[in-house]
């Protein structure tokens, strides 16, 4: 599943989204690691998002947690790991 299908963003955007809106919840992106810097430290830095066709890509994280996918800033209600 595309976040293009997801969320509306752009077709080029192929990061994977979970399923979990049939559920009440709102989709999430799947976050396979942090540097050392982000993930609730309050410190900018960067993590590694999977993609749709199983690849990875290193992203920036704010110091809210928020990801930067596609142009967009996520917060953490969009992620997991």
Same mark, same amino acid.
């Given at each position: 599943?595309?976040?293009?299908?997801?969320?509306?963003?752009?077709?080029?955007?192929?990061?994977?989204?979970?399923?979990?809106?049939?559920?009440? +919840?709102?989709?999430?992106?799947?976050?396979? *690691? $942090?540097?050392?810097?982000?993930?609730?430290?309050?410190?900018?830095? $960067?993590?590694?998002?999977?993609?749709?066709?199983?690849?990875?890509? *290193?992203?920036?994280?704010?110091? +809210?947690?928020?990801?930067?996918?596609?142009?967009?800033? $996520?917060? *953490?209600?969009?992620?997991?790991?």
């Amino acid at each position: 599943m595309t976040v293009a299908r997801e969320t509306g963003l752009p077709s080029s955007a192929m990061f994977m989204a979970l399923p979990s809106s049939a559920q009440g +919840r709102p989709w999430k992106f799947y976050i396979s *690691r $942090f540097d050392n810097t982000s993930c609730c430290s309050g410190t900018a830095g $960067f993590c590694t998002v999977v993609c749709f066709d199983g690849s990875k890509e *290193r992203i920036p994280m704010d110091p +809210r947690d928020r990801v930067f996918i596609a142009g967009l800033w $996520f917060s *953490r209600a969009h992620w997991t790991h």
